[in-house]
């Protein structure tokens, strides 16, 4: 038995596909790339002199964000 919020009730087991968990976990998985594309990304800003451009700002909130 499920209850309204797809939870198992009763000590039942529900596993019914999760589109938002397989989306999360696919992001997990990205992670360290996309952690590298903008590191890399920043360094070729700042090489190019655009390092107080926004786009190098975004890059370093982003950067900021995953190594917490």
């Known amino acids: 038995v499920v209850d309204f919020k797809g939870k198992a ?3 039942q087991e529900y596993n ?3 589109p938002q968990g397989f989306a999360n976990a696919r ?3 990205a992670a360290p790339d996309l952690l590298a594309a903008c590191e ?3 360094t ?3 090489q190019a002199g655009l390092g107080q ?3 190098a700002q975004k890059a370093r909130a ?3 964000r ?3």
């Open 40 to 42: 890399a990304t920043l």
């Open 44 to 46: 070729a800003l700042t």
């Open 53 to 55: 451009s926004e786009s």
């Open 66 to 68: 995953a190594e917490g």
């Open 27 to 29: 992001l997990i998985a």
């Open 16 to 18: 019914a596909p999760d």
């Open 9 to 11: 009730k009763r000590g």
């Open 62 to 64: 982003a950067i900021a």
